[in-house]
Nanobody
Framework: QVQLVESGGGLVQAGGSLRLSCAAS????????MGWYRQAPGKQRELVAV???????NYADSVKGRFTVSRDNAKNTVYLQMNSLKPEDTAVYYC????????????WGKGTLVTVSS
């Protein structure tokens, strides 16, 4: 059984910063891509940032220059440093990982709420 557990969400004023963490646990052989998606009220879930095992990163245009995704492979953990937060960043942030046990599967965390007040 694989679990992704997020932490670090909360309430912050516009212009502030938050750091999200997501740790994967269970019978994991390896992890390829790990990253973050978000879903705002009334909107579809969207990609925020992804960090591949090879070290490539990909960001949504709306967060480039403000958010930084990083990863600790030894800890099976991915982070999202969010700076210069805007009210439009308010959403539930979900951790996502492609994990190899016997075969590769896609896993999601339960989400952590980030609220940015103006």
């Amino acid at each position: 059984q694989v679990q992704l557990v997020e932490s670090g969400g909360g309430l912050v004023q516009a212009g502030g910063s938050l750091r999200l963490s997501c740790a994967a646990s269970g019978s994991i052989f390896s992890i390829s891509d790990m990253g973050w998606y978000r879903q705002a009220p009334g909107k579809q879930r969207e990609l925020v940032a992804v960090f591949s095992r090879g070290g490539r990163t990909n960001y949504a245009d709306s967060v480039k220059g403000r958010f930084t995704v990083s990863r600790d492979n030894a800890k099976n953990t991915v982070y999202l440093q969010m700076n210069s937060l805007k009210p439009e960043d308010t959403a539930v942030y979900y951790c996502n990982a492609h994990i190899v046990i016997l075969v590769t599967g896609e896993y999601w965390g339960k989400g952590t709420l980030v609220t940015v007040s103006s």
